[in-house]
């Protein structure tokens, strides 16, 4: 009679790492350079906006909103 061996969940998923951990390395690095590779989307070096204000003094505008924004629209973000 022909036996047949039955493998546990965790002997499964070793024996795929084994064979295929050249791509979970690619995706974890594809995940992390998500995630950090471009400043943590706005959390980190040279994100979108940020706290630290105006980069250069002549970027400032006296007043805080544009020469054309009327008074009820001064604190409003536009582009």
Do not use: C
């Not at 546990?8 to 791509?23: D, F, G, T, Y």
């Not at 995706?27 to 979108?48: D, L, N, P, T």
């Not at 250069?56 to 505008?61: G, L, S, V």
């Amino acid at each position: 009679m022909l036996a047949i061996k039955l493998y546990s969940p965790k002997e499964l998923q070793m024996a795929w790492l084994s064979e295929n951990w050249i791509w979970a390395i690619f995706g974890v690095a594809f995940i992390a350079m998500h995630m950090f590779g471009h400043g943590g989307h706005g959390g980190g070096h040279g994100g979108h906006g940020g706290a630290g204000g105006a980069k250069r003094p002549d970027d400032e505008r006296v007043g805080g909103a544009s020469p054309t924004a009327s008074n009820d629209t001064k604190s409003a973000h536009r582009h």
